[in-house]
């Protein structure tokens, strides 16, 4: 009997360890994201006002004026961010029409739904979507 429960507290143990293994980083990369559309929409807002992109805290968003296509859409880039948030894997851009754009390193660009509360996959085989 105290084999059996042993091995039920083992496996719970177990259990709650590779889910928080797999969420933790699901929710940074979902922060991320959302950070960075702050981020992004408060840097050009500040550019159309003054003409020029500033800190915001430890965010450092730049210019970025490349044209993106996606699905043979055209998109036009002009802000773009790099947070700690996406371990490495690439940065996010917003479009001149406020869309965003992860520009993930091994995968290339992908668009960033607008609509709602991004959530990042669980089992990602890049950054997003």
């Known amino acids: 009997m105290f084999k059996w429960l042993a ?3 083992v496996g719970g143990l177990l259990v709650l360890f590779v889910s928080y293994s797999l969420s933790y980083p699901r929710s ?3 922060f991320g994201i959302q950070a960075g559309r702050f981020n992004l929409q408060l840097a050009y807002t500040n550019y ?3 003409g020029k992109i500033e800190p915001n805290g430890t965010a450092k968003p730049y210019l970025f004026t490349n044209v993106v296509s ?3 859409t055209q998109y036009q880039c002009a802000v773009a961010i ?5 371990q490495g894997d690439g940065f996010l851009a917003m479009t001149t029409n406020q869309q965003f754009i992860f ?3 091994e995968r290339g660009p992908l668009l960033i ?3 709602g509360y991004y959530r990042a996959r669980l089992f990602p ?3 997003c979507v």
């Open 7 to 9: 091995i039920l507290i």
């Open 28 to 30: 940074l990369r979902s």
């Open 48 to 50: 159309l006002a003054t």
């Open 70 to 72: 996606i699905g043979g």
């Open 82 to 86: 790099e947070l700690s948030y996406f």
């Open 103 to 105: 520009h993930d390193k």
């Open 113 to 115: 739904p607008t609509s």
């Open 125 to 127: 085989p890049g950054m």
